[in-house]
């Protein structure tokens, strides 16, 4: 049985400690598992993860949509979907609420035609859970420092957005959407993650066949 578990959260809320820490805990336990990011996840989407987070560049915000699409596509059939097919435990470092969060909330597209393209780009795949790092972007970005791409640089009021959006998420998908502060110990926070997908666990020994919405 495969799972696919993503992490969200704003700048600087320690989604990639807790992704590191949760796929060292399950190798540990005997679990085969993928780490993979958005953007990013193959040698394309590497290619574009440069152009999206390079400085220099002054992207338009649909062509910073399409490209984060792109990217999400190539990520999902050539890496996410096989690994999922290979009885694998996929844990992703954002996935679909990303685009939510920022090309909606922060860039203020429209979520309709977002919801479609982003269908497309991920065959209709959804995380079996998802991790939402809550915290404050003020601080968070803070923790960065100066060495920001280019959508850490954006304005506070941007990030505000993005936070608000990602609380909104965790309302209306209650049962897939796990929130969590993020301002704990990252032990701590680790924990509640463990403590959370442990009901998932035993399934996977049993390696029943997962019912992923892909085609």
């Not at 506070?156 to 993005?162: S, T």
């Amino acid at each position: 049985m495969s799972l696919f578990i993503s992490f969200e959260g704003v700048e600087g809320s320690g989604k990639s400690t807790q992704v590191h820490l949760l796929n060292n805990y399950l190798i540990d336990k005997g679990f085969k598992t993928l780490l993979t990011k958005e953007p990013g996840g193959t040698e394309a989407g590497e290619k574009i993860r440069e152009i999206l987070l390079e400085n220099k560049f002054k992207l338009a915000p649909y062509t910073e949509l399409f490209l984060y699409l792109a990217s999400r596509s190539q990520n999902t059939i050539y890496t996410i979907i096989p690994a999922l097919e290979s009885n694998k435990i996929v844990i992703a470092d954002r996935y679909s609420e990303s685009t939510i969060a920022y090309q909606v909330a922060g860039r203020g597209l429209p979520e309709k035609i977002i919801n479609e393209v982003n269908a497309l780009a991920t065959k209709g795949l959804s995380p079996d859970v998802t991790f939402l790092l809550d915290f404050d972007p003020e601080i968070g970005l803070q923790r960065i420092g100066y060495k920001k791409d280019r959508i850490e640089r954006e304005n506070i009021d941007f990030h505000l957005k993005v936070r608000a959006a990602y609380k909104k998420l965790s309302r209306q998908y209650p049962d897939r959407i796990y929130m969590v502060d993020a301002s704990r110990p990252p032990e701590k926070i680790h924990q509640i993650i463990i403590n959370k997908i442990s009901n998932l666990l035993p399934q996977l020994k049993g390696n029943k066949q997962n019912n992923h919405a892909h085609k």
